[in-house]
């Protein structure tokens, strides 16, 4: 049996494919499988995904409609999976060749933990590195071996206002963990990997590898572009917000600055004009919000208010 399921979930990224596979089947760790997914891609994704097919570690498993979320597909990926651990990677990511063998390694040594991150480099539609000037989020102070940091601690430091995991392509985990949690929420548009990675660390820990092995895209035409700005942002947000305060301890002022920051992520959604969002979606937003909490209701009215007179609003979260 491999060690390690790779699972490539792809839609329409025929132009990205052969930089991403070559960084998969050029690992300098060898014992894995690769599932090859297509989600009724409308490019050439197909002939590219049927090309390095012909490697006996690869299996193909294509939808012929589209199944309406990446995160059925992750799903359909770890069902057929048969590796220990398993690589979720993004069909527009790519990878240092190193990664399977320094995240697989910290996930053998380590058997606490479920997941294991790296750091990632952002990348522009030509795979070029964009400079960043933010420190990383997750591995900050790791050392050269990686950070160990319970899971508990992880989610209500790192995870409570919003997915510090921001791309699963920086990402190995346990399938047994994966398995216990049910697999990702496909009801959730566009934070099911937050949700996913809450629930994956309530059950396990977390390693943090600082090294940029994930080579992360930024484009236009990412799922998550195009759904942030259908308004399900705040209403996902809300989602994970309420399972965190359910499962975890938190303090006070962890449940003010998650008040406050749903307060901006709700404002977003309702009253920023580049927002694709009708007037029964925009309801729908308040709605949820106040049976969260109905001091967000009051932070709304401030918040409005700071906008209207010129003062400083809070910066997005």
Known sequence: MPRVTVIVPNYNHARFLPQRLDSVFGQTFQDFEVLLLDDASTDDSRDVLLRYARDPRARTLFNERNSGTVFRQWNRGLREAKGDFVWIAESDDFADSRLLECLVAGLSEHPGAGVAVCESQWVDERGVAIPRSERPIVTAGAKPGGAMIPGHRFVTHSMLLGCSIQNASAVVFRRATAAEIGYAD????????????????????????????????????????????????????????????????????????????????????????????????????????????????????????????????????
Not at 202 to 213: K, N, Q, V
Not at 222 to 249: M, N, P, Q, W
Not at 257 to 274: A, G, P, Q
Request: with cysteine.
């Open 186 to 317: 496909e009801t959730f548009r566009l934070a099911g990997d937050w949700m996913f990675w809450v629930r994956m660390l309530e059950r396990s820990d977390c390693l943090a590898i600082a090294e940029p092995l994930n080579h992360w895209r930024q484009h236009g035409a990412t799922v998550r572009a195009k759904v942030r700005g259908a308004g399900y942002g705040s209403r996902d947000a809300l989602r994970v917000g309420r399972y965190i305060l359910a499962h975890f301890e938190t303090a006070p002022d962890q449940r003010r600055s998650l008040r406050e920051t749903l307060v901006f992520k709700v404002w977003r959604d309702i009253f920023c004009r580049n927002r694709q969002i009708g007037p029964g979606q925009r309801l729908k937003v308040l709605g949820d919000a106040l049976r969260f909490d109905p001091r967000i209701g009051l932070g709304l009215f401030r918040f409005g208010v700071q906008r209207v007179f010129g003062r400083w609003a809070p910066e997005s979260p």
